[in-house]
């Protein structure tokens, strides 16, 4: 699948954590943005199964990213000092949040796209944040391990929860800490299975977001 060189509009969200106001650039609309890429695309092209991973879900600020930054934001100590992973970042708010609050922060994601909307909004936000391309479910990366791994989101698909087990637990040192937060999908408690049977216990708290609930699990390996 060829990448495709696609302007989306888009539109800036002032979000306040920690004292600091964070100036996010996300996709103006996220129904716009599919029916810009379909149009970009070969009718054959749109035909390959890889064309889903290119559709630009990762240019809309969710609810499940704000409350993983809230989150970040009221416990400080968590990131301070820590290097600190963000796998899936899309517009990457939680890695400004911890960046800001003193954690050494790389951020990442597989999309192509993401990049230059995450530089962007660590430019708009002056914050300062490594980026990686990285396809964390399936690839070896030559990464080194993390104090604090943290996603939000990342389970939206059956063969997810497996995979998102064995990604964490690749990338966290022992002793090190995995936060997420969720929605509430229909995976999550397969997910929570398998990191108990790997012997990680979780801490659940939650946070509402726009009227709406988003869990928050702390692990310790």
């Not at 954590?17 to 379909?38: G, M, N, T």
């Not at 999309?111 to 708009?124: A, G, I, K, Q, T």
Request: glycine fraction near 6%; include cysteine.
């Amino acid at each position: 699948m060829r990448l495709l060189n696609v302007k989306y509009p888009t539109i800036t969200k002032p979000k306040k954590y920690a004292d600091k106001v964070f100036i996010v650039e996300a996709i103006r609309d996220l129904d716009e943005a599919i029916d810009i890429i379909c149009d970009a695309m070969t009718p054959e092209e749109q035909l390959d199964p890889f064309a889903e991973d290119l559709c630009p879900y990762f240019g809309i600020l969710w609810p499940s990213s704000e409350g993983l930054a809230q989150y970040i934001a009221s416990e400080p100590a968590l990131v301070k000092n820590k290097k600190v992973l963000e796998l899936g970042c899309g517009l990457g708010l939680p890695s400004l949040v911890a960046a800001h609050l003193g954690g050494d922060v790389l951020a990442t994601d597989f999309h192509p796209d993401v990049e230059s909307y995450f530089l962007r909004n660590c430019r708009h936000s002056s914050v300062h944040c490594q980026y990686e391309r990285l396809n964390w479910r399936t690839s070896d990366s030559h990464l080194e391990e993390f104090d604090v791994v943290m996603g939000s989101d990342v389970l939206y698909e059956s063969k997810h929860p497996s995979e998102v087990v064995r990604g964490l637990l690749r990338y966290v040192k022992k002793g090190g800490t995995i936060i997420l937060s969720d929605p509430g999908r229909s995976y999550l408690q397969q997910f929570i299975n398998s990191m108990n049977a790997e012997g990680i216990a979780e801490e659940m708290s939650s946070i509402t977001i726009d009227g709406k609930e988003i869990l928050i699990f702390k692990f310790s390996k």
